[in-house]
């Protein structure tokens, strides 16, 4: 059975930093991995996607990567702003069934 | 972009009361959608997935006759909370499979159950 978990759990950085949220998964058979941004009581909004044949993507600020073979992904911010201050879930897909495993989460705060 | 509304936003109801929540796509055909809860500061967990014309498939755990799914068109899924209690009050998000998309999954904004 899939786990995903992701380091730290919460995080607060002042404005203008760059910083790195973790997630790693144990099965590395998946067929995606993704990122995702939830505002307090609020759905999902989606990040980024990695299919399993890549090795990164990009938008604008937000980078991610994806290490199968290590069963880690990262998410890297760029230059925070305090606008970015939510909880950030990544996901790994599997294939066959098309479920989402949901890592716990990492609850960003930037602080003006 | 591809929509999934749910509806509604929030409930608040007393105990004992089944409550019903509807998640549709509103601009593509999911033969296959997902239910999902979430408690407060905990990711989300699987409830059950719900396909087009067929019984619904409940994870390990997940009473089927306490969380009643419906999936019966191809943009609307519905759960159904029955005799609820305080002890379901949660977040519960629905996510519609969209295979037609790179995005496996397009969610729902949430809807906010509390059980007085």
């Known amino acids: 059975k899939q786990e995903v978990t992701q380091i730290p759990a919460a995080l607060s950085v002042p404005e203008g930093e760059n910083l790195v949220l973790n997630c790693s998964f144990t099965?590395?058979?998946?067929?995606?991995l993704q990122w995702f941004r939830q505002d307090p009581g609020k759905g999902l909004t989606s990040l980024l996607l990695?299919?399993?044949?890549?090795r990164e993507q990009t938008s604008g600020r937000l980078n991610a990567s994806l290490d199968k073979s290590s069963g880690r992904s990262t998410l890297y911010i760029a230059a925070s702003q305090p606008g970015d201050s939510a909880t950030y879930l990544c996901?790994?897909?599997?294939?066959?069934?098309?479920?989402?495993?949901f890592g716990s989460g990492t609850q960003l705060t930037v602080l003006p | 972009g591809a929509v999934v509304s749910q509806h509604p936003s929030r409930v608040i109801c007393k105990s004992g009361t089944s409550v019903k929540i509807e998640c549709r796509s509103l601009?593509?055909?999911?033969?296959?959608m997902f239910w999902y809860r979430q408690f407060p500061k905990q990711s989300l967990m699987l409830m059950a997935t719900s396909n087009e014309g067929s019984k619904a498939t409940y994870e390990q755990g997940v009473e089927k006759d306490k969380f009643l799914i419906n999936h019966a068109s191809l943009t609307l899924s519905t759960l159904t909370v029955t005799s609820a209690h305080p002890e379901d009050s949660s977040f519960y998000i629905c996510?519609?499979?969209?295979?037609?998309?790179?995005?496996?999954?397009?969610f729902g904004d949430g809807t906010r159950l509390s059980i007085l």
């Open positions: 601009d593509f055909q999911a033969t296959t």
């Open positions: 996510s519609a499979d969209d295979r037609h998309s790179n995005q496996p999954q397009h």
């Open positions: 990695i299919q399993s044949s890549q």
């Open positions: 099965d590395s058979a998946i067929y995606n």
């Open positions: 996901a790994a897909l599997r294939g066959s069934a098309r479920q989402l495993t």
